[in-house]
């Protein structure tokens, strides 16, 4: 919650693009975490593959959610042009 806290203070209120923008990155930098340790594993350098496991389902919720949330602001945006026609 310290980024929301932080984008509010600077702005004096919520400034979305800047929320949507930090998100993605963590996204990207769960996906980029998780690549790594697959790389780690596949070459025998990863002493312990719970952490792939882990990395990879925390990467691939990230994705989901993301998806999710994308497909309500397409349909909430849908829905707001079909009430002004």
Known sequence: ?????????????????ALVSG???????????ADGLAIEAATGRLQDVHNYLIAANEAGLAVQLTVALRNKAVEAFNEIMRLQA
């Open 1 to 17: 919650m310290g980024d929301i806290d932080a984008a509010a203070t600077s702005t004096g209120g919520l400034d979305f693009g």
């Open 23 to 33: 998100g993605l990155d963590k996204v990207q930098a769960m996906q980029t975490k």
